[in-house]
């Protein structure tokens, strides 16, 4: 009987997976089964093809998005938090995609850092009040520009500990750029091609890659969007992640903080920005709840 090794996928490459240990790194393909960066695993070699995934092991996190046809994508597992990173002016900067991600790294246990990239471009007013709202409810934000290298050494201090960290973020958003500045001796081009492919959805042939940083910490090559919906996500789960709603208490316990509620006191604590993004998620997810619902058949 083969003997089996334990590892840990380090990077994707098709229908393959590089898996690594204390002797170094093989190749490995997958046996009836789907394993993601940060995932552990047990793995047996065969003779011509490397290695055979055999057993992945129980995930400590996940990073979880609903893809376009409605069905739950894990994108990494055991991952320590998610930077996303966002542009003051181009792509044009969406607050509700910093909440959306919020949520999701609360439902998969992640801790969430947003980076502000390209801040040489100059931030607008509106940004900045955008930023205000979050940062007072509790979003730990750092500003970056990859272009001329401002803020990449606290950036790289804080990616050091509590990861491996997955940046992710809207196309465009200089997520590339900025993996190449944090390790710049490594070849980083596979995250912007595997941020297209996750983003649209296309059968496209691409990787994703676990790098390690020169100050410590890893960072993992992101899942790319152009738009995100966090995966296993229900109303209730809304409610206990977003930030600035989170903690709120009113007349009852399982109030929603739709409006109208009898005794919620969303509308008179919560900034009217904050809630108007709250509860457009929360009615995105109420809507696929519902659909989920089997319908009754006739009698």
């Keep these: 009987m083969r003997r089996t090794r334990p590892g840990r996928v380090v990077a994707t490459r098709g229908r393959r997976v590089v898996v690594a240990d204390e002797e170094g790194q093989r190749d490995c393909f997958l046996s009836g089964q789907r394993a993601v960066v940060g995932d552990q695993v047990e ?26 046809r409605g069905r739950e994508q894990v994108l990494a597992a055991n991952l320590g938090g998610i930077a996303v990173v966002t ?25 969430c850092l947003v980076i502000l990239n390209k801040i040489d471009q100059g931030v607008s007013d509106e940004v900045e009040a955008a930023l205000r709202r979050r940062r007072a409810v509790g979003l730990e934000l750092l500003r970056a520009s990859a272009h001329t290298g401002a803020g990449l050494p606290d950036l790289a201090q ?11 973020g809207h196309s465009g958003v200089g997520k590339t750029s900025l993996a190449a500045a944090l390790v710049p001796e490594t070849e980083v081009g ?22 390690t940083l020169p100050g410590g910490g890893e960072l993992v090559d992101s899942p790319g969007i152009r738009t995100f919906a966090p995966g296993r996500l229900g109303a209730v789960d809304v409610r206990r992640h977003f930030l600035g709603v ?7 316990r399982d109030c929603l903080h739709r409006g109208g509620e009898d005794g919620c006191t969303a509308d008179a604590r919560v900034d009217p920005e904050l809630l108007a ?21 006739p009698r």
């Design 190 to 211: 596979a995250i912007g091609a595997l941020s297209e492919h996750w983003g649209t959805g296309q059968h496209t042939t691409s990787g994703s890659c676990t790098f």
């Design 87 to 111: 542009a003051p002016v181009e792509p044009p900067f969406r607050a509700g995609l910093l909440d959306r991600y919020q949520v999701a790294a609360g439902i998969g246990g992640l801790s």
């Design 277 to 297: 993004s709250y509860r457009r998620l929360l009615d995105e997810v109420t809507g696929i709840e519902q659909r989920r619902r089997p319908r009754s058949r």
């Design 246 to 252: 989170h903690d709120l208490s009113c007349r009852y």
């Design 158 to 168: 804080r990616l050091a500990w509590g990861g491996p960290w997955a940046l992710v």
């Design 43 to 68: 793995w047996v070699e065969v003779q011509g093809e490397g290695g055979k995934v055999v057993a992945v092991g129980e995930r400590r996190t996940v990073l979880v998005r609903t893809d376009l």
